[in-house]
């Protein structure tokens, strides 16, 4: 099992930015990839970005790209996902995702998930 914990979470106002933090732990030695996911309230959740571990190749959704980086640090066994020029659209509650696949942006190609953590956009 792997587990994940995700913090970083906060109100901030729209242009300002965030960055989320997801440490991992546990059988991490199975984890090929993590990514970032986001549900807003009455939608579906959504897939953010991506990244291999052991390349550190990244993929994004079409709506972050350019705004939202997505990294990792192997030693603290922890990914990251800097958010610049924050909009109201990027208000909800990000989950991070870890598992084996090397490839896939749905819910279903991650095996473990964290808890979540709020990121709220005002005006």
């Known amino acids: 099992q792997v587990q994940l914990v995700e913090s970083g979470g906060a109100l901030v106002q729209a242009g300002a930015s965030l960055r989320l933090s997801c440490a991992a732990s546990?059988?991490?030695?199975?984890?090929?990839?993590m990514a970032w996911f986001r549900q807003a309230p009455g939608k579906e959740r959504e897939f953010v970005a991506s990244?291999?571990?052991?390349?550190?190749?990244?993929t994004y959704a079409d709506s972050v790209k350019g705004r939202f980086t997505i990294a990792r640090e192997i030693a603290k066994r922890t990914v990251y996902l800097q958010m610049d020029n924050l909009k109201l659209d990027d208000t909800a509650v990000y989950y991070c995702?870890?598992?084996?696949?090397?490839?896939?942006?749905?819910?279903?190609?991650?095996?473990?998930w964290g808890q979540g953590t709020q990121v709220t956009v005002s005006s």
């Open positions: 995702a870890a598992g084996p696949s090397f490839w896939g942006s749905s819910s279903s190609d991650f095996a473990y």
């Open positions: 990244i291999r571990l052991s390349t550190g190749s990244t």
């Open positions: 546990g059988r991490t030695s199975t984890t090929n990839r």
